[in-house]
Each structure stands twice: as C-alpha cells, then as structure tokens.
C-alpha cells in the first residue's frame, strides 16, 4: 500500500488551539467524524506510544456498511509524535475481517501559522496527509471524509455555529 491522500484547509484560530482540538477527546468526538457518521472514544491515553481507540458509527449505513460492522467502523490510533502547536502524527488501524480494509495507515497532522484572511489575523492551515490508505478506502470517499472533518474541525474551534455529526446532511 502506498496511496497517499492530502487535504488542507484554513482555519481562522491559532495553532495552539487547533493543536489543542486535536488532543482533546471530547473535541476530536465532536468534530473528527465525518458527516453523517457519530463517534465514541473508548480509550485514551494522549502521548507517544499512546493513542486511542474510537467507535465511530454511520447514522444510515444503508449506503455505507462499515468495515468493523454493518454500521461501525472501528480504529485503533497510537500517537508516533506530538509537537505542540505544529504536528500530529497518528498509526490508524482498522478493525475489519476484509483484507481491503487491512494495514497500518499514518495521518499526519500538519498545523502552519498563517493569516486566516479575515480580517482576524492568526489563522492555521492544516493540512492531513494520510499515507498506505487502505485499498478498500476509495480516494473519493477518503477525501470527502477527511474534507469533512476539517470543516468540523474549523467550526468547533471558531465556535461557528457548531453541528456535529450527527446533524441532517446539507445543515454543516
């Protein structure tokens, strides 16, 4: 496997906070799941060598059957590097019997300081490199995911009106 996926987005708050969101479990199960899915964190232990697991569910799995269940999908995360206000470097594992879905995939959290454009100032751009993405995750469907989530990730930290997940499509 050696599919590599990038997305980037600004986002008008400081690293610090953007680094903060990304290391807070309550905030990473607001905002990491994708639209139309809901996420639950089981373990968590925020070093490196640590990591976390999270149970993250399709509201409709008729369209989208999961990898670890007909509507779950399942990932062990351990933190290879935390460098505060500048990077996140994650190991995600599935837990799915199809070989597709098999293989350690790396995301890396990348957090520039840049001007956000609006006026504010301080701003970060974030971009997520996802490297050995598993076959069975089409790029389409990974890029949307991975879209989402930043688009989650801007609004909980700007405090926009907010709408996890779980909220009806076309309302983020």
Known sequence: ?????????????????????????????????????SGRIEQWDPRPGGGFRMVLTYLDPTDSPGKTSDATDVVEVGFVDLVPAERVVQRAVFEAEDPAYAGVMTLTWELVAVDAGDGAGAGTEVTVTATDVPPGISRADHEAGLNSSLANLAAHVTGQAFKPSSSAPGEQ
């Open 1 to 37: 496997m050696t599919r590599t996926d990038r997305v980037s987005k600004v986002i008008a708050a400081p690293p610090a906070v953007v680094y903060g969101s990304l290391l807070d479990p309550a905030a990473l199960e607001a905002w990491l799941p994708p639209q139309d899915m």
